[in-house]
T-cell receptor, first 114, second 109 residues
Framework: ETGVTQTPRHLVMGMTNKKSLKCEQHLGHNAMYWYKQSAKKPLELMFVYNFKEQTENNSVPSRFSPECPNSSHLFLHLHTLQPEDSALYLC?????????????FGPGTRLTVT | GQNIDQPTEMTATEGAIVQINCTYQTSGFNGLFWYQQHAGEAPTFLSYNVLDGLEEKGRFSSFLSRSKGYSYLLLKELQMKDSASYLCAGLDSNYQLIWGAGTKLIIKP
């Protein structure tokens, strides 16, 4: 248990569906991250929020839409996804961004797009 | 460009020692992390090196050579529970983590 929870753990959705992934951290951290993890590939950073403000968007397609209502919660809204978007989506948090601090990861949401 | 290289897979025997190597090229450098990820679970932090040399933490040690752009993770007295993927990540000048694809370590009895 890392103090970061994600729901749902597994999600199967069609290309025309809209769904949301949720992340919550109980660590009092100020920075939160979304990563995409595909088999045998490096973790891809998608979005970073620091004190609820988005500070990084690594050229992510607009079919992925993040939302950070407060420092403890992070959402990833999904719509009209493609089969190549099937992957493990990991949320992480750290005390602050821009410092050499470890990130704490949630267990991830395994997404399958059919 | 920025790049992290590590072997895709390694096999070792229970009770033995294994060294997982990582070479990195980053724009600036603010340290190197190692994470462990068991199948189906979250990555968990193992170590952080920013100065040259060896950092020891129980059965696990991590080494860094900044001049060579090289790090390794050393695991001693291997146990079956050490079977996992080990992720190397470099922190660049913008404090962004650049990740390797991970090394899958298989421990055999």
């Amino acid at each position: 248990e890392t103090g970061v929870t994600q729901t749902p753990r597994h999600l199967v959705m069609g290309m025309t569906n809209k769904k949301s992934l949720k992340c919550e951290q109980h660590l009092g951290h100020n920075a939160m991250y979304w990563y995409k993890q595909s088999a045998k590939k490096p973790l891809e950073l998608m979005f970073v929020y620091n004190f609820k403000e988005q500070t990084e968007n690594n050229s992510v397609p607009s079919r992925f839409s993040p939302e950070c209502p407060n420092s403890s919660h992070l959402f990833l809204h999904l719509h009209t996804l493609q089969p190549e978007d099937s992957a493990l989506y990991l949320c992480a948090s750290s005390q602050d961004q821009g410092a050499s601090q470890e990130q704490y990861f949630g267990p991830g949401t395994r997404l399958t797009v059919t | 460009g920025q790049n992290i290289d590590q072997p895709t897979e390694m096999t070792a025997t229970e009770g033995a020692i294994v060294q997982i190597n990582c070479t990195y090229q980053t724009s600036g450098f603010n340290g190197l992390f190692w994470y462990q990820q068991h199948a189906g679970e979250a990555p968990t932090f193992l170590s952080y090196n920013v100065l040259d040399g060896l950092e020891e933490k129980g059965r696990f040690s991590s080494f860094l050579s900044r001049s060579k752009g090289y790090s390794y993770l050393l695991l001693k007295e291997l146990q079956m529970k050490d079977s996992a993927s080990y992720l190397c990540a470099g922190l660049d000048s913008n404090y962004q983590l650049i990740w390797g694809a991970g090394t899958k370590l298989i421990i055999k009895p």
